[in-house]
């Protein structure tokens, strides 16, 4: 299988807005983010579906979004963290993680066709970063 675009961000290929990284998983910001602080939770060894992780990816993958969804929701002062598994953009298995206040935010669509900010994303991932 050719390396996603995650595997070459979790290997420093290609840069990224990293807030989180333990062992098994790898969290950072979405470059085209529905709102501030929009995460994406990945497991560092590729599989293309959640479904497909072993118990034990699974298990810590799902334990990391625990404990950056509580984080965002504490250090962003929202009340709400959504989490979303579409699996169908890159062929490696990843959880969005949403923060928000009211629904409307939580269901609209980033336009994927604006340059990212990357200054913005960076002061972000500076706030949020996860020691």
């Known amino acids: 299988m050719e390396d996603s675009i995650f595997t070459k961000i979790i290997n420093g290929e290609i840069p990224s807005h990293k807030i989180y990284e333990d062992e098994h998983t790898y969290a950072f910001l979405d470059i085209h983010p529905i709102t501030p602080g929009h995460t994406l939770v990945v497991p560092k060894r590729q599989v293309e579906f959640v479904w497909d992780l072993d118990e034990a990816t699974y298990q810590a993958l799902q334990s990391s979004v625990q404990k950056i969804a509580k984080h965002l929701r504490a250090t962003l002062g929202v009340p709400y963290v959504g989490e979303q598994i579409i699996g169908i953009d890159v062929p490696h298995a990843h959880i ?36």
């Open 96 to 131: 969005h993680l949403i923060p928000f206040t009211q629904i409307a935010e939580y269901r609209q669509f980033p336009d994927m066709t604006a340059e990212p900010d990357h200054a913005l994303l960076a002061g972000i991932a500076s706030k949020l970063k996860i020691e």
